[in-house]
Nanobody
Framework: QLQASGGGLVQAGGSLRLSCAAS??????????MGWFRQAPGKEREFVAV????????KYADSVKGRFTISRDNAKNTVYLQMNSLKPEDTAVYYC?????????????????WGQGTQVTVSS
């Protein structure tokens, strides 16, 4: 029900914009806090960013603060992650997820629905 896209190969310092679109009439992201997480090979899934149901509140991992921006368009049923000044350590599979909590959680255990992930590779 959640489809992440926009990943790819980019040089360090470059930018990518990830999208997470919800499909199906029954799934409206306007009812959910929405989060982005990432998982690098051999590492646990980690929090990247979260946005509240209304879009009025956001939170970021310290490692991406000032470089990434999360946003949402409830009318388009889509959440975005703008990633600037990318670093090789940002390389991972990026996942979007929906949380019934109004503000969304930084813990992946709080999320009910997950997208399939999109690969981001940053070369040095």
């Amino acid at each position: 029900q959640l489809q992440a896209s926009g990943g790819g190969l980019v040089q360090a310092g470059g930018s990518l914009r990830l999208s997470c679109a919800a499909s199906g009439r029954a799934f409206s992201i306007s009812r959910y806090g929405m989060g982005w997480f990432r998982q690098a090979p051999g590492k646990e899934r980690e929090f990247v960013a979260v946005i509240s149901r209304s879009g009025g509140s956001t939170k970021y991992a310290d490692s991406v603060k000032g470089r990434f921006t999360i946003s949402r368009d409830n009318a388009k049923n889509t959440v975005y992650l703008q990633m600037n000044s990318l670093k090789p350590e940002d390389t991972a599979v990026y996942y979007c997820a929906a949380d019934q909590d109004l503000y969304g959680s930084v813990s992946p255990n709080s999320y009910d629905s997950w997208g399939q992930g999109t690969q981001v590779t940053v070369s040095s």
